[in-house]
Structure formats: C-alpha cells, structure tokens
C-alpha cells in the first residue's frame, strides 16, 4: 500500500525559508523509475507543479520558482525534502507531494497536503 | 513553457454526460491524464495516458485525445461526481517539467 505524508509549518513569515518533509511508504525511491513530486495549491486556485526528484538523483523545477526550490532526498528515510526561500503571502497554498514514475509521468497517488499560510 | 487551457465550468444534469475539455498545441501528441478533486481533498488520478482507468474507477470515466484537444467524459453523471477537474501532460522539452491545466468545476443540476 502506497502512502505519502506531508509535514511542515503551517505558517511561516515573509522572506523566511520554508522546509517540508514528504514521508512515504509501499515503494522505494532507490527503485529505478521511482519519482516524488511536490505539488501546490493556493486556495481556491489551480494546480502548480514545482519539483521532481527521481531514483538516481536528478532533479527538476518549476522554471518560475527554480531560484527559490530545492528538492532532496533521504532514501533511507523513504523521505523528500523541499525548501523554498524567500517566502511571501503568494505563497500560501497547500502543498502536496506525490508519486510519480518515469515513463508514465502521472502523478498516481498523493499526499493530503499540508496547508502553508504566509504571514507576518 | 507548454500551456493547458480548460473552461473554468461545465454544468450537466444527472443521467447527462458531461465533456470537459483541455487544449493545448499539438496535446495529440502528448499523453494527458485526468485528475479529479473534491472539496478539501487532494486530487485522484482518473484517466491516465489520455484514456485508461486507474483500478477502481468507475467506467463511466473516459478519455480521448486528439489534435490540439484532449477530453475527459463523464457518461450518466451523479451528483457525486461534482468536482473541480485537472488535465496534466508532462513537458519533456528543455523545461522537463510538470504541467497542469487551470481546472475544471463539474456542476451537477
């Protein structure tokens, strides 16, 4: 069974660094063509793709926010890890990991979220 | 960077089909899926690979893709199946990235 949970602050202040931790089981990130998304959503708005990390440690970004992401993994925690930097209120939104595999490129089971609120 | 485009909103009556659409340039060649999301959950693949079920969808969901349109069916719609709706590709151009469509709101009357 395939799990992902995400953790983190729910509310950071403006120009602060945000780090949220993707927890999962049921599948191994040393397992060639595994991939772990993050995923974000202001409220009420749309979907917003951010970042990739895949079993042999290449990494993707959101070219808008490329600047401002890093995405790492602990295989051995079966954990991701995502920082932003330079957070500001537009950046409040849930945040979602989820996983995904080469080839396939569909995201197949996700996180619930974790609702990030930017405030001072 | 590759760009999807959808209706903000569809209406139908239960029993109707609904048809959502997500244009894009040349989406025909691109595999699209299909996420649905309801109020305060995270989203649910749906349709993969432009017309394929995940276990445990109902077949009532459907997929096609062609030209610079891809379309999520929906055939005797339930109330239950009133949601926003999300059509994703991936771009493997220089950007390699993920790309989501501005979504959908499935208004069952």
């Known amino acids: 069974q395939v799990t992902l949970r995400e953790s983190g602050p729910a509310l950071v202040k403006p120009t602060q660094t945000l780090t949220l931790t993707c927890t999962f089981s049921?599948?191994?990130?040393?397992?060639?063509?595994?991939?772990v998304s993050w995923i974000r959503q202001p409220p009420g708005k749309a979907l917003e793709w951010l970042a990739l990390?895949?079993?042999?440690?290449?990494?993707y970004y959101s070219t808008s926010l490329k600047t401002r992401l890093t995405i790492s993994k602990d295989t051995s925690k079966n954990q991701v890890v995502l920082t932003m930097t330079n957070m500001d209120p537009v950046d409040t939104a849930t945040y979602y990991c989820?996983?995904?595999?080469?080839?396939?490129?569909?995201?197949?089971?996700w996180g619930q979220g974790t609702l990030v609120t930017v405030s001072s | 960077s590759y760009v999807l485009t959808q209706p903000p909103s569809v209406s139908v009556a239960p029993g109707q089909t609904a048809r959502i659409t997500c244009g894009g340039n040349?989406?025909?060649?691109?595999?699209v899926h299909w996420y649905q999301q309801k109020p305060g959950q995270a989203p649910v693949l749906v349709v993969y690979?432009?017309?394929d079920r995940p276990s445990g969808i109902p077949e009532r969901f459907s997929g096609s893709n062609s030209g610079n349109t891809a379309t999520l069916t929906i055939s005797r719609v339930e109330a239950g199946d009133e949601a926003d709706y999300y059509c994703?590709?991936?771009?493997?151009?220089?950007?390699?990235?993920?790309?989501f469509g501005g979504g959908t709101k499935l208004t069952v009357l």
């Open positions: 994703q590709v991936w771009d493997s151009s220089s950007d390699h990235s993920g790309v």
């Open positions: 989820a996983r995904i595999r080469t080839r396939e490129y569909y995201f197949d089971y």
């Open positions: 990390i895949d079993w042999d440690d290449d990494k």
């Open positions: 690979d432009d017309s």
């Open positions: 049921g599948f191994s990130l040393s397992t060639s063509g595994m991939c």
């Open positions: 040349n989406i025909g060649s691109k595999s």
